[in-house]
């Protein structure tokens, strides 16, 4: 058995094994290659790929791949072997330019018209910040993947491009309070939830396997009103998984640290150390990845659909989110001395107005056609963005906004950059769960991510917006001839214009969707409507000046989400009505005879054996099947009419105030069958099975 710190990382060509491995100047070279985001020469990626290849062999690998991030929201990767044929052998190769650069044909990926197909070729470039690590003895060297023509085609581009946004105006800014930092990263430390279920019921499920959810389930008897599961003892079998998981995850550097039960039956959390935006993100889909695979060695499949089960909660993604300097220091980290406090307190008003001024971007940024079914359902933070900063800081900022005192000893009028902030204690900042964007004391947890997502295009949004604020922060405050009162000014502006955004109190709660329309915020309830902001001028100047993406990009963007929603709803009704005709409607029809052969039978022993039972359900059942074969019949009669409709903006509108309807009117009438039909002829399994092992 090898010790954690033996196992840790030990499958990623980290710095210490670069240190290790490459000629001195070669490090010192690729060091600086990575620091300052320069071209990485070939003569030095020659001879990093060679002593890469050589450690890979060393640890079994066979193959390299570039591994990418399209925008289909998992990975992707190529495998192509080391070998090179040589006099009749081979001998195993790898060069800087297959490090750095690679073509896949990758046309099949979605692009949002960006790539015409006779340019389909899109280009991979190693992202020397991420580490290569060997996974199923297959090198993984982490990639951007972009157009013939440059324009991203994944996640990640945007999402570093964003970093060097919020990088260049948070220096800026820095710079004012005589800091004199070189650069500035954001973090992430993503907690990741799932659900596990039984392999053998899952298998049984076609919902499960086509859609990753459940399209039918009658409820449970028992769902999570006890609050028994969440944080409750761990089953051998799932600790078996969270062991072998951890081992896995850490292997690949990844910081593996919490683990809990979470609060639906058979949900589980993971949370991991933060760590930069970009490795988080990189780490992020590995886990999910690595989940499954896991999962499925213990029998079990790893659910990361947000919202797997009705009734009980679905699973989100918490992305913690600050911003940190190269010399170490969180810039949420509200500090002790008045001029920390008052850097402190500029970064907080650039989030808040940034959240403020961009509610719909990041509202679009969670968008998907999984996660609509939990935003607002009452367990997950409501569709309407809007921010928790505790009461002792609100009152911080009310006593700045209004020029009141503040605190009961001082008694003083506070002034930035002269007083130093009274301490509030950290815990009273983590109390509200139900805020879709909560400071927790020395950083910020935006909750609305859904479990399947990339956490990337979340903070490429968050990176953005709060540059743009940064930015107009330093152009303010560049000129200002009284630095000190200029910063108190610009502080209690900001504050008074944007504080509509901050609400502390209950998110779940009905009366704050009244209140929040009072406020003019966005309540943007579901995909569709969200997306429909995206290419909102205010957006498109957003991103094209902080050149996170061109036009051209969003457009693309814009027509993938639209379509991968249809996609994905067209996928579900598809398979509703496959489990109708296959295997509903005529297992209900089979169970009508039982019931009424039976009737029949008891009625020829003696005509006055009651039959109540049977009479009854065969009625009732007969009623249902009829509802449910209108219902199946309407929804095939929608789906049909959506073949008609050519504009992507319509379909989407279509699928969800046509189809999702339809499917729910059908989901109805078969659940209240499975309620009342024998749970051997009802042909899956239950609800019951897949949450609480039992029939
Ligand atoms: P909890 O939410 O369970 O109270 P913490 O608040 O300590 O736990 O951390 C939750 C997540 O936030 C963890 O993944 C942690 O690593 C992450 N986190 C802590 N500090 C930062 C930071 N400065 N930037 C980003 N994430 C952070
Ligand atoms: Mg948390």
Known sequence: ???????????????????????????????????????????????????????????????????????????????????????????????????????????????????????????????????????????????????????????????????????????????????????????????????????????????????????????????????????????????????????????????????????APAQHEMAPIFSTTNIAADHNQLTMEIMQKVAKKHNMICLLHEKPFAGVNGSGKHNNWSISTDTGANLLEPGETPYENAQFLLFLCAVIKAVDEYQDLLRISVASAGNDHRLGANEAPPAIVSMFIGTDLAEILNAIETGSTYGTKEQEILKIGVHTLPKFPKDTTDRNRTSPFAFTGNKFEFRMLGSAASISCANTVLNTAVAEELKQFADQLEGAADFESALHELIKKTISEHKRIIFNGDGYDESWVVEAEKRGLLNLKSTPDAIAHLLDKKNVDLFTAHKVFTTTELEARHEVMLENYCKVINIEALTMLDMAHKDILPAMSAYSKELSEAALEKTALSPDIDCTYEKETVKSLGALLT???????????????????????????????????????????????????????WPYPSYGELLFGVR
Not at 650 to 674: F, G, V, W
Request: charged content about 25%; proline content about 3%; overall charge neutral.
């Open 1 to 263: 058995m090898s010790t954690v710190t033996e196992i840790f990382s030990s499958m990623v060509f980290d710095d210490a094994t670069m240190e290790a491995r490459l000629p001195k100047e070669t490090y010192k070279a690729l060091q600086k290659t990575i620091k300052d985001g320069k071209h990485l020469d070939i003569g030095v990626a020659n001879v990093v790929a060679n002593a890469m290849k050589d450690w890979a062999i060393e640890k079994g690998a066979t193959h390299y791949t570039h591994w990418f991030q399209p925008m289909t929201g998992v990975t992707a990767e190529k495998h192509d072997s080391f070998i090179s044929p040589k006099n009749g052998k081979v001998i195993m190769e790898f060069s800087g330019k297959e490090l750095i650069r690679g073509e896949p044909d990758a046309s099949s990926f979605p692009s949002g018209g960006l790539r015409a197909t006779f340019e389909a070729r899109g280009y991979t470039a190693w992202d020397a910040t991420s580490y290569a690590f060997i996974k199923d003895g297959v090198l993984c060297i982490p990639t951007v993947f972009c157009s013939y023509g440059g324009e991203a085609l994944d996640q990640k581009t945007s999402l570093l491009r964003s970093m060097e946004a919020i990088n260049r105006q948070a220096v800026r800014v820095l710079k004012l309070f005589g800091n004199d930092v070189k650069s500035v990263k954001t973090t992430v430390g993503p907690e990741q939830e799932y659900f596990l279920v039984d392999k053998s019921l899952y298998d049984k499920r076609k919902d499960l396997i086509y859609a990753g959810r459940t399209l039918y389930g009658a409820r449970a008897p028992k769902g999570q009103e006890l609050d028994d599961h969440y944080f409750g003892t761990i089953k051998p079998r799932v600790a078996a998984f969270m062991k072998e998981l951890n081992e896995e995850l850490w292997k690949l550097g990844i910081l593996a640290k919490t683990e809990h039960n979470e609060v």
């Open 627 to 681: 509802s449910a074969y209108r219902q199946v019949k309407q929804l095939e009669a929608d789906l049909l009419a959506t073949k008609s409709i050519t504009d992507n903006v319509a379909l989407a509108e279509c699928y969800k105030s046509t189809i999702l309807p339809d499917m729910t009117a059908l989901r109805i009438s078969a659940d209240a069958m499975e309620t009342i039909a024998s749970s051997e002829k």
